[in-house]
Nanobody, 123 residues
Framework: VQLQASGGGLVQAGASLRLSCTAS????????VGWFRRAPGKEREFVAA????????SYADSVKGRFTISRDNAKNTVYLQMNSLTPEDTAVYYC?????????????????WGQGTLVTVSS
């Protein structure tokens, strides 16, 4: 199973980006999905998660109100809409498929990880 994260890039502070995470097969059909990020020199941290139905979402406090996670199961894709980006959001963003039907801020809940997409926000 492969997860492909895409949509990263270089933007200025205040801009928006939408990340996408697509599985090579219907891995997401019954699974929660999460987004995590690793900033330079820092540990990986939780960003957002969504249940397989899309009815339950959770966010890190640092992105709440700016980022929105959503999914389109027909397209086997999960999105992360990122608005009002700041330089502190600069990181490699990873998507991951959970073992169960809901997401979690705990990375041990996930058994498949994408390769990451780099987001760089300039001031």
């Amino acid at each position: 199973v492969q997860l492909q994260a895409s949509g990263g890039g270089l933007v200025q502070a205040g801009a928006s980006l939408r990340l996408s995470c697509t599985a090579s097969r219907r891995t997401f059909s019954n699974n929660g999905v999460g987004w995590f990020r690793r900033a330079p020199g820092k540990e990986r941290e939780f960003v957002a998660a969504i249940s397989w139905k899309g009815d339950l979402t959770s966010y890190a406090d640092s992105v709440k109100g700016r980022f929105t996670i959503s999914r389109d199961n027909a397209k086997n894709t999960v999105y992360l809409q990122m608005n009002s980006l700041t330089p502190e959001d600069t990181a490699v963003y990873y998507c991951a498929s959970a073992r169960g039907s809901i997401g979690s801020s705990d990375s041990s809940f996930y058994n498949y990880w994408g390769q990451g997409t780099l987001v760089t926000v300039s001031s």
